[in-house]
């Protein structure tokens, strides 16, 4: 059974910073491209960032670039969302996916899914 846990979620004033982590099991981890989404309410679910299976390759929604960094630890089977200069509007439940797929910018691209972290940020 696919497994992908998120956790690091929390409360912070507007300019913190938090550490997402997304344990994944029950899949070859290795063989997997990874990526954040993110959903506020009434809100479509939408691309943060994602990462190929070596790590090699950085993909980033315009609204993000500069302040998340996305990473992974294949041995540990983990992918993690370092966000910084956080601001009130990336309030929203972030989701961790897995795909095989090269396909990575959009919900229907991605195979697997997390029950999501909530992230809220106060200004």
């Known amino acids: 059974q696919v497994q992908l846990v998120e956790s690091g979620g929390g409360l912070v004033q507007a300019g913190g910073s938090l550490r997402l982590s997304c344990a994944a099991s029950?899949?070859?981890?290795?063989?997997?491209?990874m990526g954040w989404f993110r959903q506020a309410p009434g809100k479509e679910r939408e691309f943060v960032s994602a990462?190929?299976?070596?790590?090699?390759?950085?993909y980033y929604t315009d609204s993000v670039k500069g302040r998340f960094t996305i990473s992974r630890d294949n041995a540990k089977s983990a992918v993690y969302l370092q966000m910084n200069s956080l601001k009130p509007e990336d309030t929203a439940v972030y989701y961790c996916?897995?795909?095989?797929?090269?396909?990575?910018?959009?919900?229907?691209?991605?195979?697997?899914w997390g029950q999501g972290t909530q992230v809220t940020v106060s200004s």
């Open positions: 029950g899949l070859t981890f290795s063989n997997y491209n």
């Open positions: 990462i190929s299976k070596s790590g090699t390759d950085l």
């Open positions: 996916a897995a795909t095989e797929s090269r396909l990575l910018l959009h919900t229907d691209d991605y195979d697997y």
